[in-house]
């Protein structure tokens, strides 16, 4: 089993400045990584998949990128409805498909 | 517009079953695998189990092989989990999930949830 390990657990930060949330895979994945958020009370929603590639509807300020083991979701300008936890997901080797522990990003 | 609705979570004691549903509409259900997905109060997501498109294969997380069994009915456009011998670490909230890709697609990544059904396993 693939094991996602996310940094850091918990993130502060203002609105207006930039977030990069970091996912480290226990084994080579590629490219087959997803990006979630979730807010308090709702469902995950899709935000990017296959590294880099942004969901329908999602803003461009949020930009995946990585390969191997290593990726990175950066949101280039925190606006208010950002904060949330986000989790990274692989689909590279299931079953089972795994998740990371996500990141809490908060208000600095 | 997509949705997914489950339903049938309840309060159950320790060994006991339970049937989860999850009502799709607005695409074609029998185009998609689909999945559930679990996540525990307070906890991460963790993945329960895959169906695919024409319920010719189904897949488990190792912590609920052999008690949970994942079915559909295409005609209902409907997804079910079958739990037996429920314990209290499978309290959680239960989310079915779209498979992103259609067909037999290695891609597993989810652009629908629904809302989610609450198990809860206890005395």
């Known amino acids: 089993e693939i094991v996602m390990t996310q940094s850091p657990a918990t993130l502060s930060v203002s609105p207006g400045e930039r977030a990069t949330l970091s996912c480290r895979a226990s084994?080579?994945?590629?490219?087959?990584l997803a990006w979630y958020q979730q807010k308090p009370g709702q469902a995950p929603r899709l935000l990017i998949y296959?590294?880099?590639t942004r969901a329908t509807g999602i803003p461009a300020r949020f930009s995946g990128s990585g390969s191997g083991t290593e990726f990175t979701l950066t949101i280039s300008s925190l606006q208010s409805e950002d904060f949330a936890v986000y989790y990274c997901?692989?689909?590279?080797?299931?079953?089972?498909?795994?998740f990371g522990g996500g990141t809490k990003v908060e208000i600095k | 517009e997509v949705q997914l609705v489950e339903s049938g979570g309840v309060v159950v004691l320790p060994g006991g079953s339970l049937r989860l549903s999850c009502a799709a509409s607005?695409?074609?259900?029998?185009?998609?695998?689909m999945h559930w997905v679990r996540q525990g109060p307070g906890k991460g997501l963790e993945w329960v189990s895959l169906?695919?498109?024409?319920?010719?294969?189904?897949y488990y997380g190792d912590s609920v092989k052999g008690r949970f069994t994942i079915s559909r009915d295409n005609s209902k456009n409907s997804l079910y989990l079958h739990m037996n011998s429920l314990r209290a670490d499978d309290t959680a909230l239960y989310y079915c999930?779209?498979?992103?890709?259609?067909?037999?697609?290695?891609?597993?990544?989810?652009?629908?949830w629904g809302q989610g059904t609450l198990v809860t396993v206890s005395s």
């Open positions: 999930a779209k498979n992103q890709g259609a067909g037999y697609t290695s891609r597993h990544t989810y652009d629908y």
């Open positions: 296959g590294a880099s």
């Open positions: 997901q692989q689909y590279n080797n299931w079953p089972p498909v795994t």
């Open positions: 084994q080579s994945i590629s490219t087959d």
């Open positions: 607005g695409f074609t259900f029998d185009d998609y695998g």
């Open positions: 169906i695919s498109w024409d319920g010719g294969r189904t």
